[in-house]
């Protein structure tokens, strides 16, 4: 579960801007979702032979050009797919939970 949901986190913050992956994992970390570069490296090239993401190296001030992820079409109808089961997921859970809820207070 914690895997889908990671792709689906990487491919939210790529949708916003591209980014280069110590930015996903600073924003990762912001939202609590704490990952380790051995985890995202082999995600990323997987969306990326899955052809979800394309990346290009763009030229830094501090150091050595760093690769920026981006979604390319196919990973931007990949996520409308995962809004989609994710929307219905969170409908589902949310039913359960107030079902619940008004029957225990019952």
């Known amino acids: 579960m914690r895997k889908g949901m990671l792709e689906y986190c990487i491919l939210l913050l790529l949708h916003r801007e591209p ?3 110590s930015d996903i994992i600073l924003k990762l970390k912001e939202a609590k979702l704490i990952v380790v570069e051995g985890t995202l490296y082999p995600l990323l090239t997987r ?3 899955d052809e979800l993401l394309s990346y290009e ?3 830094s001030t501090q150091g ?3 690769k920026y ?3 390319t079409a196919q990973g931007e109808d990949f996520l409308a797919e995962l ?3 994710w929307d219905e997921l969170s ?3 949310n039913h359960l939970r107030y079902k619940l809820l008004t029957t225990t207070q019952s």
């Open 19 to 21: 980014s280069y992956a």
């Open 47 to 49: 969306l990326k032979n």
């Open 57 to 59: 190296w763009v030229e």
């Open 64 to 66: 050595p050009p760093r």
């Open 69 to 71: 992820y981006r979604l």
């Open 83 to 85: 809004e989609s089961a």
């Open 91 to 93: 409908d589902t859970v």
